[in-house]
C-alpha cells in the first residue's frame, strides 16, 4: 500500500508541476477584476498570468467564460482555486452563471474583443495580400472622372476591366512590394497596399465609380478588385503554435524602421507552415555580427546570441504569409527578427 500511496503522490506532483511550468500567475496579480469598456481579454489575462495567452488553460473549464463573445462591461473576473489549480471565473449579475450547451443569442457588439480591433481593423476584410498574376490582371483606373488631379473621397473615377457581374462595390489597391523569404530568396507573395472603396455607378468601358472612403489619394494605375466576403476574425483564442514553427519578421505595415507594440507585422509563415489565427510567437532581436577585436584570427566576427524582445499574435493568415498584431515588446523590434514557439 506505501507503494501505491507514493506512486499517486508521485503523479500528482508531477502533473502539478507541468501545469506550472506552462501557466504562472503574475506576482502581485489581483484576486478580482471588473470588466470596463476598452478592456481586451488579453490586458485582463495579463493582469493575472505571466504568460497571457495561457488565459484558456485556466478559463476553458468555466463555461461562461469559454466563449470570449461572453466577456461585457460590468463582469467580474475573479480568481479561485481548484484542487489547488488557479481558475479565473466570471460573475454577472447577482451569481455566477452556468451554462448548459443550447442555443443562445448574445450581442457580440457589446462582448470585449481579445486584442485591439481598432489596431488591426483595417487589415481584417481586404486582401492584401496577393499573386503576381492577380494584380497585373485586375481592373485599373484610367482617368478621374472630374479631371481632379488628386482623387479621394466622393470623387469619381474611371476604371477599366469591370462589369456588373462582379457586383457593385470595390477595392482600390496599388501594387507593392513582393515578400521575399529572408532565408530561401522564395517569393511568398505581393503586397496589395489598400487605398479604399468604392460603388459602381456606371458600368462600360470604362465604368464610373464613386470613391466612398479613402487612405491615401488614388492615382491612374491603381488597382480595382471586388469586394469579397472572406473568413475574417474579430474574436481569437490566443494558442502556441501546433508545431515548432520558426520564422522571422519580413514586413511592417507603414515600412517604420523600429516596431513596438500594436503594431502590424508581416511573417514569412502561413497556412502552408500550419499557422492559424490567433497563433502566439515569441519575438527575438537577432544578434548581431560583429568583428572580434579580441582574437588573433584576421577578420575574426562573432555571432550575438538572440536576445527575447516580445510577443505577437497572428490576426490573419495567407497561404505562405501571415499578419500579426504585436502584444508586447520589451525592446524595439527590427524587420528580421525571429519569430518561435513561446
Known amino acids: 500500500m506505501p507503494i501505491f500511496k507514493s506512486l499517486a503522490l508521485t503523479l500528482a506532483l508531477l502533473a502539478t508541476a507541468a501545469f506550472a511550468d506552462q501557466v504562472v500567475l503574475k506576482e502581485g496579480h489581483p484576486d478580482r477584476h471588473v470588466v470596463v469598456k476598452g478592456d481586451t481579454l488579453w490586458d485582463i489575462s495579463e493582469q493575472f498570468l505571466d504568460s497571457p495567452w495561457l488565459w484558456p488553460e485556466i478559463w476553458y473549464v468555466n463555461p461562461q467564460i469559454e466563449n470570449p463573445h461572453l466577456i461585457y462591461p460590468g463582469d467580474i473576473i475573479s480568481l479561485v482555486y481548484v484542487d489547488g489549480k488557479p481558475q479565473l471565473r466570471v460573475q454577472r449579475g447577482k451569481g455566477t452563471f452556468k451554462l448548459s450547451p443550447q442555443v443562445r443569442s448574445e450581442r457580440l457588439d457589446k462582448a470585449i474583443p481579445t486584442i485591439p480591433v ?90 464610373t465609380l464613386k470613391l466612398t472612403r479613402t487612405t491615401r489619394e488614388i492615382n491612374i494605375g491603381d488597382r480595382v478588385m471586388p469586394m469579397t466576403h472572406e473568413d475574417v476574425h474579430a474574436y481569437f483564442t490566443p494558442h502556441v503554435p501546433h508545431n515548432d514553427i520558426e520564422g522571422r519578421i519580413i514586413s511592417v505595415v507603414d515600412g517604420v524602421s523600429q516596431i ?8 514569412n509563415r502561413g497556412k502552408r507552415e500550419g499557422v492559424d489565427v490567433g497563433t502566439v510567437f515569441a519575438v527575438s532581436q537577432a544578434g548581431a555580427l560583429i568583428p572580434d577585436q579580441v582574437s588573433d584570427e584576421r577578420n575574426a566576427t562573432v555571432q550575438l546570441p538572440d536576445e527575447r524582445a516580445g510577443v505577437l499574435m497572428v490576426f490573419r493568415t495567407f497561404e505562405k504569409v501571415s499578419f500579426g498584431l504585436i502584444m508586447k515588446a520589451t525592446s524595439a523590434l527590427h524587420v528580421g527578427d525571429k519569430i518561435s514557439k513561446p
Open 260 to 267: 513596438g507594440q500594436y503594431q502590424v507585422v508581416v511573417i
Open 118 to 207: 481598432d489596431a488591426i481593423q483595417q487589415f481584417l476584410t481586404q486582401p492584401l495580400v496577393v499573386d503576381k498574376d492577380t494584380l497585373k490582371n485586375a481592373a485599373y483606373v484610367v482617368s478621374s472622372a472630374d479631371e481632379h488631379l488628386i482623387v479621394g473621397a466622393g470623387d469619381r473615377a474611371y476604371v477599366r476591366g469591370i462589369d456588373a457581374g462582379q457586383g457593385a462595390r470595390y477595392h482600390v489597391f496599388r501594387p507593392g512590394d513582393a515578400y521575399i523569404d529572408p532565408d530561401t530568396g522564395e517569393i511568398l507573395g505581393y503586397e496589395a497596399l489598400y487605398l479604399g472603396d468604392g460603388d459602381a455607378q456606371k458600368f462600360g468601358d470604362p465604368s
